[in-house]
């Protein structure tokens, strides 16, 4: 399984842009270690999207410069 695991990766990476080979990378590790159950959805979820709830801000902004959106990440 490992050995056609890292072909599939090399004869992927062939066929790919470079700029594009990091963000494969990512993706096929991110596959691996959900099919071994070591991945947190919530935590995949937060860190690929974001803060998606609609509520509003929770504290107020420390500072005016820092952005809504990126308060609710924080």
Known sequence: MDKLTINVYDYTCLGIFEVHKLMYSF????????GENLVNK???DFFLKGNTSLDDLAQPKPFPWVPDQGWKDI
Do not use: C, F, G, R
């Not at 993706?27 to 959900?34: C, E, F, H, R």
């Open 42 to 44: 919530k935590e995949l």
């Open 27 to 34: 993706q096929m590790t991110i596959k691996i270690l959900d």
